[in-house]
């Protein structure tokens, strides 16, 4: 009998001994990196990387030739001071342990704590420091879209100070309440694959805002702003559709099923915007133009983004196609109307494209595509529609107020807008000394800098289309 207890103590002994040990052998297991997602999450982050230089080209196509350098630096630029800002606290603010579901704390400040190993939480294949950087990407062209609002007339100073700002304010604090753990729209169940709430809805609306706040350039609506360079547009758009595959596809976050689903949605519903934008515009114009043809496919990009984890390749056919109807009435006809000037339509298509995304998915989205995400209004719950259209009023109306504030504090300590001399002169030679275009003075035989912009009064001028 002693023996026999002897044995059950020993055995209970073994057990509680091995207990803690097998259970981080576990941990181990389930923390484990995975080579192959981690180089698919790295390149994709280089992909999404590309993407803001790529609407540098896109955006600098688009606007007069005096004013293509200030336009891509814009861009270029922010890819210095977001990275910056990123590392530093703006990671910590997005992604960092949760306070009451609104911000981010400073526990990883500095990258504090962000190590080469796996944070379940977010990744529990690729090093927590992938997820940053992956993540970091994202922070760049998010700011960037915006340029596009108010392009060819603010200082770069205040374009500086205010990116800086609005990373802080806008898009840090929305990136928590839909991406980080704790988040109060994750916890709401808001669905936001690869960011149409967090980067184009608010970078759309907050461009819109400046637009409206900092005025209309001069000679708008009086005459005729063409792009001086659509080769380069079109060159951008191809490089933005490139790069959108590791921003979409990449938000899988492994080299998986719904990564492999994300790729080929993000593909149809822009080839679907790109055919729907032309033909709506060849109706209503009378010609499909080439502009036409990039801003489509930038409008299909723009609405499968918050969806392309969830819904079907049928799905983001639908969704593409009217995508680039949307955008188009919304860049041809409400633009128009109201009179607004979204230089290169950050509105129209990024704000307009990234609402109806988020509607989209509410809609379409599908637990048989993907069994972490949920069924859409077209699939038995409406719910989650209702959901969808709780996170994009939210989003809008906290990105508009917090835009108006940072742009009004700023007034207060500095210009926003170049002088009318400057702005007339052109941004490339006023702000930063610089000509885009150099040519060869034949008879002299020395280099000459020449702006082939023409200025011509229209009596019916037509909006720039972007």
């Avoid at 000509?435 to 037509?462: I, M």
């Amino acid at each position: 009998m002693k023996k026999t207890v002897s044995m059950f103590v020993c055995l209970a002994l073994a057990l509680l001994v091995s207990l803690p040990v097998a259970l981080a052998a576990e941990a181990t297991a389930v923390a484990k990196i995975d080579t192959g997602d981690t180089a698919f999450v790295l390149i994709s982050a280089a992909l999404v990387l590309l993407m803001t230089p790529a609407l540098a080209l896109f955006y600098g196509g688009m606007c007069r030739t005096k004013n293509v350098l200030s336009t891509i630096m814009q861009s270029f630029f922010i890819i210095g001071i977001i990275s910056v800002q990123w590392v530093l606290f703006g990671y910590s603010l997005a992604f960092g342990p949760d306070i009451y579901g609104f911000i981010g704390n400073l526990d990883w400040i500095g990258l504090k704590g962000v190590t080469n190993s796996p944070n379940a939480d977010y990744a529990a294949t690729i090093p927590h420091s992938t997820f940053m950087i992956f993540q970091g990407m994202f922070a760049v062209i998010t700011p960037a879209l915006i340029t596009g609002a108010f392009a060819e007339r603010m200082k770069f100073s205040a374009f500086a100070i205010f990116t800086l700002l609005w990373a802080t304010l806008v898009y840090d604090p929305v990136a928590h309440w839909v991406w980080g753990v704790g988040g109060w729209l994750r916890e709401m169940g808001v669905l936001d694959f690869a960011g149409g709430t967090v980067v184009h809805i608010i970078s759309g609306v907050s461009g819109l805002v400046i637009a409206m706040m900092i005025g209309k350039r001069k000679g708008y609506g009086t005459e005729v702003m063409l792009p001086h360079h659509l080769p380069m547009t079109l060159l951008g758009a191809g490089l933005l559709w490139f790069g959108w595959f590791g921003f979409n596809a990449g938000s899988a976050l492994g080299a998986n099923e719904i990564a492999s689903n994300a790729f080929v949605v993000t593909h149809v519903s822009a080839a679907a915007a790109t055919v729907s934008w032309v033909l709506v515009e060849w109706m209503k114009h009378g010609k499909p133009t080439v502009l036409g043809a990039a801003s489509g496919c930038i409008a299909g990009l723009v609405s499968i983004t918050p969806a392309a984890g969830f819904v079907s390749p049928m799905s983001a056919i639908a969704i593409g196609l009217l995508g680039g109807v949307i955008c188009f009435l919304s860049v041809s006809v409400v633009k128009a109307k109201l009179g607004y000037d979204d230089s290169l339509d950050a509105f129209g298509v990024h704000g307009v494209g990234g609402a109806w995304g988020a509607l989209a998915t509410g809609l379409f989205a599908s637990k048989a595509v993907n069994e972490a995400g949920a069924d859409g209004l077209f699939f038995g719950n409406p719910a989650q529609f209702t959901s969808q259209v709780v996170g994009v009023v939210i989003s809008c109306l906290f990105a508009i107020v917090m835009t108006f504030i940072i742009i009004k504090a700023m007034t207060l300590f500095m210009e926003i807008r170049v002088a009318e001399s400057q702005e007339l002169q052109g941004l490339d030679i006023t702000e930063h000394g610089e000509r885009g275009y150099a040519y060869q003075d034949f008879g002299s035989g020395s280099p000459v800098a020449f702006t082939p912009h023409v200025t011509q009064t229209v009596t019916n001028p037509q909006t720039s289309l972007a």
